[in-house]
């Protein structure tokens, strides 16, 4: 099989590009490196398509290890035709596959290959050719009787002889891959209650749905509510279809035999056929409603990540609690701890004089900028509480509700163990909320991307992939912000193209010993950083104030040289850049001509690009040019909330049902698919993303149950 080729139709890209994509990931580069640095060779591919790309590169190649293993395992057999040789050359599937090889796999014992063994495939043979005959079928199996291998009446013989056929009819590969596709097309999924009260998944007591329109977030909720035993799920499927497939090639009207080989159809499709189709349907419903969850998760985890970083401010962090208190953490404006103490504003105790005192304590002495507060238990009382200090205050505090989703975990964790021995498990988690404010790349990378909470179902999904895709996600936000060589933590720097976790102790231990890097260079003085994991990671990470102020750029320093050479071109130099004049400079390469400018530095016009853009900005965060948070100074309670108001909110998770937001109080709200926008659109995500600051208005309220339905179309303007 051509896999250059399959791979080009498959993601419509040109041969060029996935020959040079394939040949750099075959010879060790990781994806944020070429999408990155190798954007000639691969025509600008982003490190999305890259990974697509490798994904089905991996899968294409277990094809034809599983192609070339089926093929030798049938021609050992001496069963291999051409007819055979051309099916397996052609299988599109490891389904496929599988279907063709099933008459020639090892099986276990069957009703089928115990009929065999009884002698009765002869009798198979006959019945099933369905030809003409003088004797009747039980004169014929009459000849097969055999005591002593038990088959004992010609009812023995022909009940063994239709297994065999059964058996036959159930491994015809056409077959079940006509029937996988029309029972996808037509068949109904049904699912009823097993017990009284299904609670939440009381819309599945009693429910069908096409196989063909279920979407997906359906088909993982009734796959949780079947594990947890509250639900049943089967999928029904006409029976005369099934049986017109299968006589189609099976069946030969007119004959003493045809009613025979008609049971024994049946049988295959009933025993054996169906209810491996339904497994394999469910399965594959499965893995599109997974892999349709991942890529949410996945999407929604990177623009959480890539939210801008709330920068240099003095963050006061509360973790509110209950009966243990709320934990407060004040940290400098790059995350160093100042300070800490515990307060009780809330229920039971509510010192609430007390705890005034102490924050504005802390305010005063650290000059504190803004509050971050944890979104868990209590957090609308002890966001009350802080509205009220910064009112009191009335000296431009404000503060944001930060998602503590993972924090216990972490503060729980070896890693927060090693980061803050000093401090107890609450004290940590207070930190945690304030740096989450501060720089939420560098914090959340810390935890478990699973923790983190902005998808649906993601505890229920395959945990290899899950963890492979949003690794894939964390690599990618990390290394398209740069990471700063003299401050960034061992979590950090181990998603850094080609360093890892052994490596980046190795960068951090070789801080301690030898001081504050001074250029990138020095990298390879830390062990075990060799020549190839310099080239992968050095782009990525930045030296500020160090000997080269193209060290605190994402300029590779493969092209040192040219950048060297073009800032002559332009008459400027190094020291320019450092005092941040050489901002004419993409005016200058344009009046040059971009492409002659390229040939002349010996670099392609993507990596020139590239170049003149970092030149201008060192020390660049992509970040900084998406809207900033929204910082709030009051509070509202969801009883404060009425019909038609309009509020400023931002959002939180995307499903594919909706959206949730944030309005400034405890709960977020929901808006559906049906009202973020005029046009249909098929998912949230064409539309919304996490951190977007949004006009949303209340369509609905219910109180007792917490739930608020918003909608981001003005009223009158929905139909």
Known sequence: MDLIKQLCEELSLKAFQVENAVKLIDDGNTIPFIARYRKEATGSLDDQILRKLDDRLLYLRNMDETRQKILKSIEEQGALTDEIAEAVANAKTLTELDDIYRPYKKKKKTRASVAKEKGLEPLADIIYAQGESEKTVEEIATEFINAELGVETAEDAISGALDIIAEKISDDADIRKRMRFVCSAHGIINVKATVEDAGVYEMYADYSEAISKIPDHRILAINRGEKENILKINIDFDNQKAMF??????????????????????????????????????????????????????????????????????????????????????????????????????????????????????????????????????????????????????????????????????????????????????????????????????????????????????????????????????????????????????????????????????????????????????????????????????????????KNVLDNTSVHPESYKAAEKLLKLCGFDSKDVSDGKVSSLPQIVENRGIEKTAEELGIGVPTLEDMVKELTRPGRDPRDELPQPLLRKDVMSIEDLTVGMKLKGTVRNVIDFGAFVDIGVHEDGLVHISRICDRFIKHPLEVLKVGDIVDVYVIGVDVPKKRISLSIKEPKNEK
């Open 245 to 546: 497939i299968i006589s189609k090639n099976h069946i030969k009207e007119g004959s003493v035999f045809t009613e025979l080989v008609v049971k024994a159809a049946e049988d295959a499709y009933s025993r054996l056929i169906f209810p491996s189709i339904e497994r394999e349907i469910r399965s594959s419903l499965t893995e599109r409603a997974s892999e349709s969850a991942i890529k949410v998760f996945s999407t929604n985890l990177k623009q959480l990540l890539m939210q801008p970083p709330v920068k240099n401010k003095v963050a006061l962090g509360l973790d509110p609690g209950y009966r243990t208190g709320c934990k407060v953490a004040v940290v400098d404006g790059t995350g160093k701890v100042l300070d800490t103490a515990v307060i009780y504003p809330v229920p039971p105790k509510s010192k609430i004089e007390e705890a005034k005192i102490i924050i504005k304590a802390l305010v005063k002495k650290h000059a504190v900028e803004v509050f971050a507060i944890g979104n868990g238990t209590a957090s609308h009382e002890t966001e009350v509480f802080a509205a009220e200090v910064i009112k009191e205050l009335n000296d431009g505090l404000s503060y944001m509700v930060v998602s503590e989703a993972g924090a216990s975990v972490y503060s729980a964790s070896k890693l927060a163990a090693e980061e803050f021995p000093e401090y107890d498990v609450s004290l940590r988690s207070a930190v945690s909320i304030a740096r989450r404010l501060q720089d939420p790349l560098a914090e959340l990378v810390k935890i478990d991307p699973e923790a983190i909470g902005v998808g649906q179902y993601q505890h229920d999904m395959p945990k290899a992939k899950m963890t492979v895709a949003l690794d894939g996600v964390v690599e990618d936000c990390v290394n398209s912000v740069g990471v700063d060589l003299n401050t960034a933590s061992v979590q950090l720097l181990s998603h850094v193209a080609g360093v890892g976790t052994a490596v980046a102790k190795n960068i951090v231990s070789y801080r301690e010993e030898n001081g504050r890097f001074k250029d990138r260079k020095e990298l390879l003085k830390v062990a075990k950083l060799g020549p190839k994991a310099y080239e992968q990671c050095a782009g990525f990470l930045r030296v500020a104030d160090g």
